[in-house]
């Protein structure tokens, strides 16, 4: 059989290398010049390959239709990925919160193991290979009609079998355009909503002051939530890691927050009426008593100092003067000045740091996209369209998506690998 896979993110390379393993005659048709642009970037330019969960986790950890992954998940784990790398020389380590890298802590090695086993399958990488059009007779594939960038030529190329894997709208530098969106939006399939996951959050006014002066300061081991206020009502809670940024707050904690965020009724209406909040634990190991008895020690040790001077044991630099702003306690005061009042309004903006939300970042600076093509049009157990006989999905163009952690990476692997096996 014929197969063409367009897109070479790690979802095409893999369903390029399990269609190869069929004993197909598989073509690789990549926009861009090289493969895997995306994946170079992913884990800060060191690839976090996947997770060490079980596989039934990565459905919990998934919001954007996990279910819909069961098959793929089956078909290909964690565990299969990494004995991939291993037999192409890729260690691996694993760190904090199940991720997993390559101990080089390059994400070159990972595409690279990925390009070592295509060749081994021969299958055939054509870069610069612009697709434009799938071709169709019958509602069955035919065909592509591709524009060769470097003559800047179009070309007919046919197969039994096609494999969208263009990717998302997210990095649109690394080639993740939304291509994919149009074609099989041409075939008859339905996108959903196309927005970003995985994307910091904005805020606005004294708020986005704030953020400004601690620019940069990155917080670890901080408890957080983000509440609807109408309702009184946690929409998500994380502990981790969360940064601060010249436009609100980003990192670890706060990007998979984005992805409960974007799912929650009418969120558009309610960041716009600032009636979303952000409150950071800067010390979740204390309890309010615990972290009084700490601070009234601070105190003693330190009666005759100025305020700001007396916490910085137990505050980062930067935190220091938002945190007695926000609790209205003036920065030159003398410790031994500070009512039981304000002591208590320390304590509780130390366990709650309030920001309001206002936003998203635009789709461009997202980790992956939420939405694409809709599930309900995919055959689960094989990715094949239900519209079009021999046209297969994989990766991020399809309407799933999960938390960062190497949840994403993994389904690009699983789904691509099951719309690269032979359905006969």
């Known amino acids: 059989?014929?197969?063409?896979?367009?897109?070479?993110?790690?979802?095409?390379?893999?369903?390029?290398?399990?269609?190869?393993?069929?004993?197909?005659?598989?073509?690789?048709?990549?926009?861009?010049?090289?493969?895997?642009?995306?994946?170079?970037i992913t884990g800060k330019g060191r690839c976090n390959i996947t997770s060490s969960l079980s596989m039934d986790k990565f459905i919990e950890n998934t919001p954007g239709n996990g279910k819909f992954l069961y098959s793929a998940f089956k078909n290909f784990t964690n565990k299969d990925i990494l004995e991939l790398l291993k037999q192409n020389g890729v260690e691996v380590k694993e760190e904090r919160g199940n991720r997993m890298f390559p101990i080089s802590d390059k994400s070159m090695d990972v595409l690279n193991a990925f390009i070592k086993e295509?060749?081994?399958?021969?299958?055939?990488?054509?870069?610069?290979?612009?697709?434009?059009?799938?071709?169709?007779?019958?509602?069955?594939?035919?065909?592509?009609?591709?524009?060769?960038?470097?003559?800047?030529?179009?070309?007919?190329?046919?197969?039994?079998?096609?494999?969208?894997?263009t990717g998302g709208k997210s990095y649109p530098n690394t080639g993740s355009t939304g291509d994919g969106y149009k074609m099989a939006?041409?075939?008859?399939?339905?996108?959903?909503?196309?927005?970003?996951?995985?994307?910091?959050?904005?805020v606005k006014g004294y708020d986005l002051g704030l953020c400004k002066r601690m620019q940069g300061l990155s917080l670890r081991n901080i408890g957080m939530q983000i509440e609807d206020i109408t309702k009184n009502k946690v929409i998500y809670s994380d502990f981790g890691e969360l940064l601060f940024t010249h436009f609100?707050?980003?990192?670890?904690?706060?990007?998979?927050s984005s992805a409960h965020l974007l799912r929650y009724k009418n969120i558009e209406n309610l960041l716009n009426e600032q009636k979303v909040v952000l409150k950071i634990d800067l010390k979740p190991a204390l309890d309010m008593h615990k972290l009084n008895l700490r601070v009234l020690r601070d105190f003693e040790e330190n009666k005759n100092k100025q305020?700001?001077?007396?916490?910085?044991?137990?505050?980062?630099?930067?935190?220091?003067?938002?945190?007695?702003?926000?609790?209205?306690?003036?920065?030159?005061?003398?410790?031994?000045?500070?009512?039981?009042?304000?002591?208590?309004?320390?304590?509780?903006?130390?366990k709650q740091f309030e920001l309001t939300i206002t936003g998203f970042r635009p789709i461009e600076e997202a980790i992956v996209t939420s939405g694409g093509i809709n599930i309900k049009e995919i055959n689960p157990k094989t990715m094949e369209s239900k519209l079009i006989n021999g046209l297969y999905f994989a990766g991020e163009i399809i309407d799933v998506d999960s938390y960062t952690g190497g949840f994403n990476l993994q389904i690009a692997y699983s789904t691509g690998y099951t719309a690269g096996l032979n359905n006969d």
């Open 118 to 165: 295509m060749k081994k399958y021969n299958i055939k990488v054509i870069e610069q290979a612009d697709v434009r059009h799938i071709l169709t007779k019958d509602n069955k594939v035919t065909g592509v009609r591709y524009i060769d960038k470097k003559n800047n030529e179009q070309k007919e190329m046919f197969a039994d079998k096609i494999i969208l894997a």
């Open 185 to 202: 939006k041409e075939l008859g399939h339905t996108i959903t909503k196309i927005q970003g996951s995985l994307v910091p959050l904005t």
């Open 1 to 40: 059989m014929n197969v063409i896979v367009i897109g070479g993110g790690p979802a095409g390379m893999m369903a390029a290398i399990s269609s190869a393993r069929q004993k197909n005659k598989v073509i690789l048709l990549e926009k861009m010049n090289t493969c895997g642009r995306k994946l170079l």
């Open 248 to 256: 609100g707050v980003s990192g670890p904690t706060v990007l998979s």
């Open 307 to 350: 305020i700001i001077h007396a916490i910085d044991k137990l505050l980062p630099k930067k935190m220091i003067e938002p945190v007695l702003e926000k609790s209205k306690i003036k920065k030159d005061k003398k410790v031994n000045e500070i009512t039981k009042l304000e002591r208590e309004e320390l304590i509780k903006t130390i």
